[in-house]
Nanobody, 118 residues
Framework: QVQLVESGGGSVQAGGSLRLSCAASGNIFRINTMAWHRQAPGKQRESVAVLLSGGGTTYADSVKGRFTMSISRDNAKITLYLQMSSLKPEDTAVYYC??????????WGQGTQVTVSS
């Protein structure tokens, strides 16, 4: 199993920045997918940034050029980051970290609230 713990959410004014972190522990050596998703009130969950198996990252069109995902690793854990800049009110959502190694081993964090005020 994999445990995911997110941190770094909060409230910010439009144009501001936040950095989210997701600490992954457990069977981290089996992880082959990692991503950030978000869910705004009344909307479906959407992918924000996905780490590809080849090492690249794909971003939702709505966040391209403003959000950057990065990753750090050591023997004990993986930490996934999402640097968010030029935030807009429409970025307000609960942000979730996701990692796994197959459909039966897909893990999610508890979510962290990001609120952007105009």
């Amino acid at each position: 199993q994999v445990q995911l713990v997110e941190s770094g959410g909060g409230s910010v004014q439009a144009g501001g920045s936040l950095r989210l972190s997701c600490a992954a522990s457990g069977n981290i050596f089996r992880i082959n997918t990692m991503a950030w998703h978000r869910q705004a009130p009344g909307k479906q969950r959407e992918s924000v940034a996905v780490l590809l198996s080849g090492g690249g990252t794909t971003y939702a069109d709505s966040v391209k050029g403003r959000f950057t995902m990065s990753i750090s690793r050591d023997n004990a854990k993986i930490t996934l980051y999402l640097q968010m800049s030029s935030l807009k009110p429409e970025d307000t959502a609960v942000y979730y970290c996701n990692a796994g190694y197959g459909p039966e081993n897909d893990y999610w964090g508890q979510g962290t609230q990001v609120t952007v005020s105009s």
